[in-house]
């Protein structure tokens, strides 16, 4: 309601509003551009209940057929995946703009602890991210002495109870729920290498905030986390349950590989800057407004 009223309220007296989701303003009638994370809920209904799915998609397409004046995507990949399911969206300006990240201060950067040593995952809990694959993987090498801990971190989403139930039935996992930004750096800092195998990424976030610390990274293929990771990360992908037991085998006991990805992953994360973010959406909210101006013209001069 906050959303719909209140803000549409506000927008009366503004140029342009950035909605930072698919949900459009369906009182306001001020020129808008919306963000859009990921298709996932039209790719893929299953990997959450159904009514949120359907809601999620009829956003998308209500935002879209009342004409934003762009859309922004996370991703290459998640604007790939837009004009393949909403071919309405080709109608649109679509713009891809990255996620930044903010260099971490010396004190934050990688040092894996020495006592109880543990590889990190941070992602909500829920289907799409794929944990049971992982579990899988982590369960075979914990009976063939694997001595590192998988310490989990994020809030259940949905459909997470029974993920949730296996990941605390097994020996060696920690999983921890939310985290406060101080905990999560501190996570981050301290393990011997962080792991992702998600289906599905608009972005990828988690793998960024490792990279830019210097935490060696393995995570899935497929996309978004192409274009986070590159080659400068582990590569499995997210079915592949042996691959998985070999990249969390040999990163657990290669100490060299660890140092060469924990090198390769700070220098690719340079690439990506909340400066650089700034700086295309603002040309973005530029090269609108204008347009929107002409537009505003060139109606008050028509006879």
């Known amino acids: ?8 309220q506000r927008a009366r007296s503004t140029d342009l509003v950035h909605l930072c989701d698919a949900r459009p ?3 306001s ?20 209940p159904r009514h949120v799915a359907l809601y999620k998609r009829a956003m998308l397409r209500t935002a879209v057929l009342r004409h934003p004046r762009a859309i922004v995507c ?35 950067m990688w040092r894996p602890a020495q006592m109880d040593p543990y590889f990190l995952t941070l992602s909500t809990i829920e289907p799409r991210k794929n944990h049971l694959t992982l579990l899988t993987a982590f369960r075979y ?28 039935a097994q020996d060696g996992v920690d ?25 599905e990424e608009g972005f990828g976030f988690p793998v960024l905030e490792a990279m830019v610390r210097g935490v060696p990274t393995v995570c899935s293929t497929g996309s978004a986390l192409d274009e986070v990771a590159g080659e400068d990360g582990l590569r499995v992908r997210p079915t592949d349950r042996k691959g998985w037991v070999e990249a969390l ?14 090198d390769r992953g700070r220098r690719r994360a340079q690439r990506f800057s909340w400066d650089a973010t700034a700086q295309h959406l603002s040309a973005l909210y530029d090269d609108v407004r204008d347009q929107v101006a002409v537009v505003r013209d060139s109606a008050r001069t028509m006879p």
Not at 29 to 48: E, G, K, N, Q, Y
């Open 1 to 8: 309601m906050y959303e719909q009223a209140t803000v549409a």
């Open 25 to 27: 303003l369906l009182l």
């Open 29 to 48: 009638s001020a020129p808008f551009l919306i963000t859009v994370h990921d298709v996932t809920f039209v790719d893929h209904p299953d990997w959450m």
């Open 74 to 108: 996370d991703s290459h990949h998640t604007r790939e995946r837009l004009l393949a399911v909403l071919p309405a969206a080709r109608r649109v300006r679509v713009e891809v703009i990255h996620l930044g990240v903010d260099a971490p201060q010396s004190a934050a």
């Open 141 to 168: 090498l914990r009976r063939s002495g694997f001595p590192l801990r998988w310490k989990i971190a994020g809030s259940a989403g949905h459909l997470a109870a029974p993920i949730v139930a296996a990941l605390r």
């Open 175 to 199: 999983v921890m729920d939310y985290v406060s930004d101080d905990d999560r750096s501190g996570l981050l800092r301290g393990a011997m290498f962080f792991a992702l195998p998600s289906f």
């Open 249 to 262: 085998s040999v990163l657990g006991a290669d100490s060299a590989l660890r140092q060469e990805l924990s």
